[in-house]
């Protein structure tokens, strides 16, 4: 097993629609081929994270019934990435009409106010459960940005033309797996939540293995891994960014979103469940 616990798949009545609207969200990207930029892939960075929401309303209950098994795992990511294909294409769309500065313009204002109204929702029903705790969750924020501004400084430093070449993606890639695992080594140290992903159990079970669990917890090494990751993952890019930008920055953003949506999800559930 490879793939964490309490994966579902919609019935036949949901999943065939949203598949067949994936599969045209994708072939009229493929068709009409925009360009990919530093800006479109931080335009997609509130949709990696919409989805995580969506996810998180969908493990309170919040989502309504007739829906719900559209935004349960791993499917909620499907639903996403197709409404903000949609959005894409109607941006350049927007855009080639003059009716928008740039499709990024339309793609990022719209997942962000989706992400803000989603994860509004959200806190209110942690307000309204009394559940709502925030402490541990912004200390998670804060402590993963402080990780990427520092390893982004040494790559700066010691590989200028990586953060050169990879720019706002790469810092991307590294905040995304950097609160990944901050977030995860938090829950799973302070909070007491528990990891379904057996490759991250495995990486927590010999952090809890050293002499240094005791004094520093155990998910320190998970926090490590994630960021030495992300970091190794930035550098072997550097020669793709450069021969195949639009091929490199998608990857790049997906590998992105592989950290930042799990992230993100964690920062959400844990304070307001």
């Known amino acids: 097993m490879v793939l964490p616990e309490g994966f579902a798949v919609p019935p036949l009545e949901l999943l065939v629609p949203l598949l067949c609207a994936f599969v045209a969200a994708l072939a009229l990207v493929w068709k009409t081929a925009p360009p990919v930029t530093d800006r479109t892939v931080l335009a997609f ?13 969908y493990q309170v209950a919040a989502v309504p019934e007739a829906v ?4 349960g795992a791993p499917v909620v990511y499907v639903t996403t990435a197709t409404l903000a294909g949609f959005v894409w294409i109607g941006g350049l769309s927007l855009h080639r009409a003059g009716f928008s500065q740039s499709a990024e313009t339309v793609l990022g204002a719209v ?9 509004g929702y959200a806190l209110r029903t942690g307000l309204e459960t009394g559940t709502l705790e925030a402490f541990w969750p912004g200390v998670s924020v804060i402590l993963a940005a402080i990780l990427t501004a520092l390893a982004w400084v040494g790559v700066s430093q ?10 706002t993606t790469g810092i991307l890639v590294v905040f995304g797996h950097a609160l990944d695992g901050v977030s995860t080594a938090v829950g799973y140290s302070v ?5 379904s992903v057996p490759a991250s159990q495995l990486i927590l079970a010999a952090g809890k293995a050293l002499p ?18 992300a970091l190794a993952v ?7 960014v450069r021969d195949a930008p639009r091929q490199a920055r998608l990857l790049l953003a997906f590998i992105a979103a592989v950290g930042l949506g799990p992230g993100v999800h964690n920062v959400l559930l844990f304070t307001i469940a």
């Open 45 to 57: 960075a509130p949709w990696m994270v919409l989805g995580s929401t969506f996810y998180v309303l």
């Open 68 to 71: 719900s098994p559209l935004f």
């Open 158 to 167: 010691w590989a200028s033309e990586t953060a050169a070449l990879t720019g």
């Open 111 to 119: 997942g962000a106010v989706c992400f803000v109204g989603a994860a």
């Open 212 to 229: 240094t669990a005791e004094y520093i917890g155990a998910g320190w090494l998970f926090v490590v891994v994630k960021l030495a990751l």
């Open 234 to 240: 930035v550098g072997l890019f550097k020669e793709y």
């Open 191 to 195: 909070l007491g939540a528990s990891e």
